[in-house]
Protein backbone atom coordinates (compact mmCIF):
# COMPACT_ATOMS: atom_id res chain seq x y z
CA UNK A 1 0.00 0.00 0.00
CA UNK A 2 1.10 3.23 -0.84
CA UNK A 3 2.18 5.47 2.09
CA UNK A 4 -0.36 8.19 2.94
CA UNK A 5 2.15 10.90 1.91
CA UNK A 6 2.82 10.51 -0.94
CA UNK A 7 -0.72 10.81 -2.31
CA UNK A 8 -1.22 14.55 -0.85
CA UNK A 9 -1.35 17.22 -2.90
CA UNK A 10 1.43 19.53 -2.70
CA UNK A 11 1.64 22.21 0.37
CA UNK A 12 1.37 26.05 -1.21
CA UNK A 13 4.13 27.49 -3.09
CA UNK A 14 5.46 29.83 -1.05
CA UNK A 15 6.46 27.05 1.95
CA UNK A 16 9.86 26.14 -0.13
CA UNK A 17 11.17 29.41 -0.19
CA UNK A 18 10.67 29.53 3.73
CA UNK A 19 12.89 28.72 6.76
CA UNK A 20 12.26 27.82 10.07
CA UNK A 21 15.14 30.07 11.66
CA UNK A 22 12.61 31.56 13.96
CA UNK A 23 11.06 28.52 15.39
CA UNK A 24 15.11 27.01 15.31
CA UNK A 25 16.06 29.68 17.80
CA UNK A 26 13.31 30.00 19.89
CA UNK A 27 13.20 26.01 20.45
CA UNK A 28 17.13 26.26 20.80
CA UNK A 29 16.48 28.43 23.52
CA UNK A 30 15.09 26.15 25.85
CA UNK A 31 17.96 23.64 25.74
CA UNK A 32 19.89 23.21 28.58
CA UNK A 33 23.70 23.94 28.66
CA UNK A 34 23.15 25.92 25.04
CA UNK A 35 23.34 29.63 25.51
CA UNK A 36 21.12 31.19 23.07
CA UNK A 37 21.96 34.67 21.66
CA UNK A 38 19.68 34.41 18.92
CA UNK A 39 16.13 35.25 20.05
CA UNK A 40 15.09 38.75 20.59
CA UNK A 41 13.79 37.90 23.71
CA UNK A 42 13.06 39.96 27.32
CA UNK A 43 14.99 38.53 30.81
CA UNK A 44 12.55 36.50 32.04
CA UNK A 45 13.95 36.64 35.76
CA UNK A 46 12.66 40.43 35.87
CA UNK A 47 8.84 39.94 34.87
CA UNK A 48 6.59 41.24 37.13
CA UNK A 49 4.83 37.69 37.84
CA UNK A 50 3.57 38.68 41.48
CA UNK A 51 1.59 41.83 39.79
CA UNK A 52 0.20 40.01 37.14
CA UNK A 53 -1.33 37.61 38.90
CA UNK A 54 -2.89 40.58 41.45
CA UNK A 55 -4.27 42.22 38.21
CA UNK A 56 -5.73 39.43 36.59
CA UNK A 57 -7.50 38.75 39.39
CA UNK A 58 -8.53 42.62 39.11
CA UNK A 59 -9.23 42.53 35.63
CA UNK A 60 -11.84 39.08 36.31
CA UNK A 61 -13.57 40.52 38.89
CA UNK A 62 -13.67 43.80 37.31
CA UNK A 63 -15.51 42.39 33.49
CA UNK A 64 -16.42 39.41 34.55
CA UNK A 65 -17.39 36.97 31.76
CA UNK A 66 -17.17 39.87 29.28
CA UNK A 67 -13.53 38.79 29.68
CA UNK A 68 -14.03 35.68 28.77
CA UNK A 69 -16.10 36.50 25.42
CA UNK A 70 -15.37 36.42 22.15
CA UNK A 71 -14.70 39.85 21.48
CA UNK A 72 -14.94 42.98 19.07
CA UNK A 73 -12.41 42.10 16.54
CA UNK A 74 -11.36 45.92 16.75
CA UNK A 75 -9.96 44.68 20.48
CA UNK A 76 -11.61 45.20 23.69
CA UNK A 77 -12.75 48.94 23.79
CA UNK A 78 -11.34 50.64 27.35
CA UNK A 79 -8.19 49.23 26.18
CA UNK A 80 -8.37 50.49 22.53
CA UNK A 81 -9.56 54.13 24.35
CA UNK A 82 -6.54 53.76 26.84
CA UNK A 83 -4.01 53.09 24.00
CA UNK A 84 -5.44 56.41 22.04
CA UNK A 85 -5.02 58.01 24.63
CA UNK A 86 -1.33 57.01 24.68
CA UNK A 87 -0.72 57.56 21.74
CA UNK A 88 -2.20 60.75 21.42
CA UNK A 89 0.37 62.15 24.35
CA UNK A 90 3.43 60.59 22.40
CA UNK A 91 2.89 62.00 19.33
CA UNK A 92 1.28 64.68 20.64
CA UNK A 93 -2.05 65.21 18.61
CA UNK A 94 -5.46 63.89 19.20
CA UNK A 95 -6.29 60.33 18.49
CA UNK A 96 -9.36 58.81 18.72
CA UNK A 97 -10.37 54.50 18.98
CA UNK A 98 -11.06 54.75 15.22
CA UNK A 99 -7.64 55.12 14.53
CA UNK A 100 -6.88 51.97 16.85
CA UNK A 101 -6.72 48.02 16.70
CA UNK A 102 -5.41 45.97 18.55
CA UNK A 103 -3.57 42.89 17.50
CA UNK A 104 -1.75 39.77 19.01
CA UNK A 105 1.70 41.25 19.06
CA UNK A 106 3.22 43.90 16.49
CA UNK A 107 3.76 40.49 14.48
CA UNK A 108 0.12 40.04 13.75
CA UNK A 109 0.20 43.65 12.52
CA UNK A 110 2.74 43.00 10.10
CA UNK A 111 0.76 40.19 8.84
CA UNK A 112 -2.93 41.65 8.80
CA UNK A 113 -0.74 44.47 6.13
CA UNK A 114 0.95 42.23 4.14
CA UNK A 115 -2.82 41.23 3.68
CA UNK A 116 -4.07 44.21 3.32
CA UNK A 117 -1.58 45.83 0.63
CA UNK A 118 0.76 43.20 -0.96
CA UNK A 119 -0.61 41.80 -4.15
CA UNK A 120 1.86 39.24 -5.72
CA UNK A 121 5.25 41.01 -7.05
CA UNK A 122 4.25 44.50 -5.84
CA UNK A 123 7.05 46.20 -4.43
CA UNK A 124 8.09 46.94 -0.96
CA UNK A 125 10.85 49.58 0.38
CA UNK A 126 12.27 48.12 3.67
CA UNK A 127 14.99 49.56 5.56
CA UNK A 128 17.62 46.48 5.18
CA UNK A 129 18.94 44.67 6.50
CA UNK A 130 14.71 43.93 7.46
CA UNK A 131 13.30 42.44 10.43
CA UNK A 132 12.92 38.85 9.58
CA UNK A 133 9.35 38.50 10.56
CA UNK A 134 8.28 41.00 8.50
CA UNK A 135 9.42 38.94 5.88
CA UNK A 136 8.18 35.96 7.16
CA UNK A 137 4.90 37.24 7.39
CA UNK A 138 5.25 38.67 3.66
CA UNK A 139 6.48 35.45 1.94
CA UNK A 140 3.14 34.05 1.27
CA UNK A 141 2.18 37.02 -0.44
CA UNK A 142 5.30 37.20 -3.22
CA UNK A 143 6.43 40.77 -2.82
CA UNK A 144 9.21 42.23 -4.58
CA UNK A 145 11.88 44.38 -2.30
CA UNK A 146 13.70 47.38 -2.31
CA UNK A 147 16.73 48.41 -0.03
CA UNK A 148 15.78 51.53 1.67
CA UNK A 149 18.25 54.58 1.94
CA UNK A 150 17.57 57.09 4.43
CA UNK A 151 19.38 59.55 1.97
CA UNK A 152 18.35 62.75 3.51
CA UNK A 153 18.84 64.29 0.32
CA UNK A 154 16.75 61.65 -1.23
CA UNK A 155 17.08 61.82 -5.16
CA UNK A 156 17.25 58.02 -5.10
CA UNK A 157 14.79 57.47 -2.29
CA UNK A 158 12.18 59.60 -4.43
CA UNK A 159 12.99 57.29 -7.18
CA UNK A 160 12.82 53.87 -5.22
CA UNK A 161 9.31 54.82 -3.87
CA UNK A 162 7.58 55.51 -7.29
CA UNK A 163 4.90 52.73 -7.48
CA UNK A 164 6.20 51.27 -4.02
CA UNK A 165 3.06 49.68 -1.94
CA UNK A 166 4.45 50.71 1.59
CA UNK A 167 7.64 51.90 2.98
CA UNK A 168 8.61 49.48 5.99
CA UNK A 169 11.21 50.93 8.98
CA UNK A 170 11.78 50.27 12.33
CA UNK A 171 13.35 53.33 13.32
CA UNK A 172 14.33 53.09 17.26
CA UNK A 173 16.82 50.54 17.54
CA UNK A 174 16.18 48.03 14.53
CA UNK A 175 16.32 45.08 14.57
CA UNK A 176 18.34 43.41 13.29
CA UNK A 177 21.45 46.66 13.37
CA UNK A 178 20.57 48.39 16.83
CA UNK A 179 20.42 51.18 14.82
CA UNK A 180 18.61 54.45 15.71
CA UNK A 181 17.63 56.78 12.88
CA UNK A 182 18.43 60.73 12.79
CA UNK A 183 15.09 63.05 13.39
CA UNK A 184 16.35 64.72 9.57
CA UNK A 185 16.19 61.35 8.05
CA UNK A 186 12.63 60.29 9.04
CA UNK A 187 11.14 63.86 8.41
CA UNK A 188 13.11 63.60 4.84
CA UNK A 189 11.48 59.97 4.45
CA UNK A 190 8.04 60.93 6.09
CA UNK A 191 7.93 64.08 3.79
CA UNK A 192 9.28 61.77 0.15
CA UNK A 193 6.22 58.78 1.00
CA UNK A 194 3.89 61.66 1.67
CA UNK A 195 4.73 63.42 -2.15
CA UNK A 196 5.03 59.68 -3.65
CA UNK A 197 1.06 58.80 -2.08
CA UNK A 198 2.21 55.84 -0.13
CA UNK A 199 2.22 54.33 3.33
CA UNK A 200 4.95 54.24 5.55
CA UNK A 201 5.29 51.48 8.23
CA UNK A 202 6.78 52.44 11.46
CA UNK A 203 7.29 49.03 13.31
CA UNK A 204 8.30 50.49 16.90
CA UNK A 205 8.63 47.27 19.39
CA UNK A 206 12.22 48.78 21.16
CA UNK A 207 10.90 52.52 21.98
CA UNK A 208 11.22 52.05 25.64
CA UNK A 209 14.31 50.43 25.46
CA UNK A 210 16.53 53.43 25.30
CA UNK A 211 19.99 52.63 26.80
CA UNK A 212 21.63 55.84 25.48
CA UNK A 213 21.31 59.25 24.50
CA UNK A 214 18.20 60.95 23.72
CA UNK A 215 14.89 59.82 21.92
CA UNK A 216 13.48 60.87 18.54
CA UNK A 217 10.56 61.86 17.54
CA UNK A 218 8.36 58.96 15.99
CA UNK A 219 7.29 59.41 11.88
CA UNK A 220 4.02 59.58 13.54
CA UNK A 221 4.51 62.25 15.48
CA UNK A 222 6.33 64.14 13.27
CA UNK A 223 3.10 63.90 10.83
CA UNK A 224 0.90 65.26 13.77
CA UNK A 225 3.90 68.31 14.39
CA UNK A 226 2.88 69.33 10.37
CA UNK A 227 -1.01 68.23 10.79
CA UNK A 228 -1.94 68.70 14.58
CA UNK A 229 -5.86 68.81 13.72
CA UNK A 230 -8.98 66.88 12.18
CA UNK A 231 -9.22 63.11 11.91
CA UNK A 232 -5.90 61.42 11.39
CA UNK A 233 -5.67 60.38 7.91
CA UNK A 234 -1.80 60.49 7.27
CA UNK A 235 0.24 57.91 6.17
CA UNK A 236 2.19 56.66 8.72
CA UNK A 237 0.88 52.91 9.78
CA UNK A 238 2.30 52.66 13.72
CA UNK A 239 2.76 49.39 15.60
CA UNK A 240 3.15 49.17 19.24
CA UNK A 241 3.04 46.18 21.54
CA UNK A 242 4.02 45.62 25.45
CA UNK A 243 6.01 42.51 24.15
CA UNK A 244 9.92 44.43 25.02
CA UNK A 245 8.39 46.60 27.74
CA UNK A 246 6.56 44.23 29.83
CA UNK A 247 6.21 40.46 28.77
CA UNK A 248 5.73 39.44 25.71
CA UNK A 249 3.31 35.97 26.72
CA UNK A 250 0.58 38.56 26.67
CA UNK A 251 0.37 39.06 23.22
CA UNK A 252 -0.97 42.64 22.64
CA UNK A 253 -0.04 44.89 20.26
CA UNK A 254 -1.54 47.93 18.77
CA UNK A 255 -1.99 49.40 15.04
CA UNK A 256 -2.22 52.91 14.83
CA UNK A 257 -3.34 54.38 11.26
CA UNK A 258 -6.07 56.43 9.60
CA UNK A 259 -9.29 55.00 9.96
CA UNK A 260 -9.86 53.78 6.34
CA UNK A 261 -6.49 51.52 7.03
CA UNK A 262 -7.91 50.57 10.11
CA UNK A 263 -11.14 48.99 8.79
CA UNK A 264 -9.11 47.17 6.02
CA UNK A 265 -6.83 45.46 8.18
CA UNK A 266 -10.00 44.77 10.39
CA UNK A 267 -11.42 42.98 7.89
CA UNK A 268 -8.09 40.98 7.46
CA UNK A 269 -8.10 40.10 11.39
CA UNK A 270 -11.60 38.91 11.26
CA UNK A 271 -11.04 36.15 9.19
CA UNK A 272 -7.31 35.89 11.13
CA UNK A 273 -8.43 35.16 14.14
CA UNK A 274 -12.18 36.17 15.08
CA UNK A 275 -10.60 38.27 17.74
CA UNK A 276 -7.81 38.71 19.92
CA UNK A 277 -8.11 37.58 23.39
CA UNK A 278 -10.22 39.53 25.69
CA UNK A 279 -8.49 38.25 28.32
CA UNK A 280 -5.32 39.76 28.16
CA UNK A 281 -6.66 42.83 26.48
CA UNK A 282 -8.34 43.29 29.90
CA UNK A 283 -5.48 42.11 31.68
CA UNK A 284 -3.41 44.58 29.76
CA UNK A 285 -5.34 47.45 30.55
CA UNK A 286 -5.31 46.70 34.28
CA UNK A 287 -1.08 46.56 34.30
CA UNK A 288 -1.11 49.96 32.35
CA UNK A 289 -3.37 51.65 34.21
CA UNK A 290 -1.38 50.44 37.73
CA UNK A 291 1.69 51.90 35.98
CA UNK A 292 3.38 48.50 36.30
CA UNK A 293 5.10 49.52 32.80
CA UNK A 294 6.63 52.69 33.70
CA UNK A 295 7.78 51.10 36.94
CA UNK A 296 9.19 48.07 35.14
CA UNK A 297 11.20 49.88 32.47
CA UNK A 298 13.70 51.50 34.36
CA UNK A 299 14.38 48.37 35.98
CA UNK A 300 15.33 46.59 32.47
CA UNK A 301 17.13 49.29 30.92
CA UNK A 302 19.46 48.93 33.65
CA UNK A 303 20.47 45.64 33.61
CA UNK A 304 19.59 45.76 29.61
CA UNK A 305 22.69 48.22 29.41
CA UNK A 306 25.20 46.45 31.86
CA UNK A 307 23.96 43.30 29.49
CA UNK A 308 25.17 45.12 26.04
CA UNK A 309 28.12 46.79 28.21
CA UNK A 310 29.64 43.12 29.32
CA UNK A 311 28.81 41.55 25.96
CA UNK A 312 30.18 44.41 23.76
CA UNK A 313 33.45 44.31 25.82
CA UNK A 314 34.01 40.29 25.61
CA UNK A 315 33.61 40.21 21.84
CA UNK A 316 36.22 43.40 22.10
CA UNK A 317 38.44 40.79 23.29
CA UNK A 318 37.20 37.82 21.83
CA UNK A 319 36.08 38.34 18.55
CA UNK A 320 37.48 41.87 17.65
CA UNK A 321 39.86 40.23 15.45
CA UNK A 322 37.30 38.85 13.02
CA UNK A 323 33.99 40.81 13.65
CA UNK A 324 33.29 44.92 13.95
CA UNK A 325 30.44 46.57 15.56
CA UNK A 326 28.66 49.65 16.65
CA UNK A 327 27.91 50.23 20.17
CA UNK A 328 23.74 49.91 19.50
CA UNK A 329 22.17 52.92 22.07
CA UNK A 330 19.32 50.84 22.53
CA UNK A 331 17.16 47.89 21.65
CA UNK A 332 18.20 44.36 22.01
CA UNK A 333 20.90 43.87 19.56
CA UNK A 334 24.76 44.17 18.30
CA UNK A 335 25.17 43.67 14.61
CA UNK A 336 28.83 42.28 13.92
CA UNK A 337 30.07 42.29 10.55
CA UNK A 338 32.59 40.29 9.16
CA UNK A 339 36.25 41.78 8.86
CA UNK A 340 37.56 38.40 7.35
CA UNK A 341 36.21 38.21 3.86
CA UNK A 342 36.05 34.23 4.15
CA UNK A 343 33.45 34.27 7.15
CA UNK A 344 30.45 33.06 5.66
CA UNK A 345 27.80 33.07 9.00
CA UNK A 346 25.54 30.85 7.40
CA UNK A 347 28.79 28.23 7.23
CA UNK A 348 29.59 29.41 11.28
CA UNK A 349 26.18 29.25 12.22
CA UNK A 350 26.86 24.83 12.08
CA UNK A 351 29.83 25.26 14.21
CA UNK A 352 28.35 27.51 16.35
CA UNK A 353 25.88 25.02 17.19
CA UNK A 354 28.31 22.28 18.13
CA UNK A 355 30.03 24.63 20.54
CA UNK A 356 26.34 25.07 21.86
CA UNK A 357 25.92 28.45 21.21
CA UNK A 358 23.33 30.37 18.58
CA UNK A 359 22.98 33.89 16.46
CA UNK A 360 21.36 34.61 13.77
CA UNK A 361 22.93 34.64 10.54
CA UNK A 362 22.51 37.90 8.79
CA UNK A 363 20.86 35.68 5.82
CA UNK A 364 17.80 35.56 7.86
CA UNK A 365 17.51 39.67 7.33
CA UNK A 366 17.99 39.96 3.49
CA UNK A 367 15.07 38.83 1.38
CA UNK A 368 17.50 37.15 -0.86
CA UNK A 369 19.35 35.55 1.65
CA UNK A 370 22.28 36.82 0.45
CA UNK A 371 23.87 38.97 3.52
CA UNK A 372 26.20 36.16 4.72
CA UNK A 373 28.88 38.33 6.08
CA UNK A 374 27.04 39.43 9.27
CA UNK A 375 25.26 38.12 12.76
CA UNK A 376 23.06 39.25 15.21
CA UNK A 377 23.82 38.70 18.69
CA UNK A 378 21.70 39.46 21.22
CA UNK A 379 22.19 41.11 24.81
CA UNK A 380 18.75 40.72 26.63
CA UNK A 381 18.13 37.25 27.60
CA UNK A 382 21.19 36.59 29.22
CA UNK A 383 23.21 37.51 32.32
CA UNK A 384 26.55 38.99 31.92
CA UNK A 385 28.15 35.97 33.03
CA UNK A 386 26.85 33.84 30.27
CA UNK A 387 26.67 36.37 27.94
CA UNK A 388 30.52 36.57 28.44
CA UNK A 389 30.34 32.75 28.02
CA UNK A 390 28.31 32.44 24.80
CA UNK A 391 30.94 34.91 23.09
CA UNK A 392 34.00 32.87 24.37
CA UNK A 393 32.04 30.32 22.84
CA UNK A 394 31.99 31.88 19.53
CA UNK A 395 35.13 32.73 19.40
CA UNK A 396 36.13 29.10 19.72
CA UNK A 397 33.27 28.29 17.06
CA UNK A 398 34.97 30.97 14.82
CA UNK A 399 38.19 29.92 15.26
CA UNK A 400 37.25 26.11 14.35
CA UNK A 401 35.75 27.40 11.76
CA UNK A 402 38.57 29.28 10.02
CA UNK A 403 41.03 26.54 10.64
CA UNK A 404 38.36 24.28 8.41
CA UNK A 405 38.42 24.48 4.99
CA UNK A 406 35.59 27.06 5.12
C1 LIG B 1 10.95 44.74 14.60
C2 LIG B 1 9.96 43.85 15.25
N1 LIG B 1 8.68 43.96 14.91
C3 LIG B 1 7.73 43.18 15.48
C4 LIG B 1 8.08 42.23 16.43
C5 LIG B 1 6.99 41.35 16.99
O1 LIG B 1 6.72 41.66 18.31
P1 LIG B 1 5.45 41.11 19.09
O2 LIG B 1 5.96 40.27 20.18
O3 LIG B 1 4.75 42.34 19.57
O4 LIG B 1 4.59 40.35 18.13
C6 LIG B 1 9.41 42.09 16.81
C7 LIG B 1 9.80 41.05 17.79
O5 LIG B 1 10.93 40.71 17.97
C8 LIG B 1 10.37 42.93 16.20
O6 LIG B 1 11.67 42.84 16.52
Known amino acids: ?226 EKTGSYQGPVIYLGTLSKSLVPGLRVGWAIASPDMIQALVLAKQSADLSGSMLTQALALELLEAGLEEAHVPEIVRHYRSRRDALCAAAATELGEWFEWEMPPGGMFVWMRSRHPAIDTDALYGFALSEKVAFVPGSAFDPAGKLRSAMRVNFTRNAPAVLEEGIARLAVATRRYLGSNC
Open 1 to 226: MASSTTSRPAFSRWLSASNDITQQFLSIGAQPDFISLAGGLPAAEFYPNAAISEAMERALSRWGSKALEYGPVEGFLPLRQHIAERMSRQAVRSFTTDNVLLTVGAMQGLDLLGKVLIDPHERVVAQFPTYVGALDAWRPRSPSYQALDWDVDGATTADALRGAKFIYTVPNYSNPTGALVSIAARQALLEKAMEAGIWLVEDDPYLALQLDGTAVPSMLELHGRM
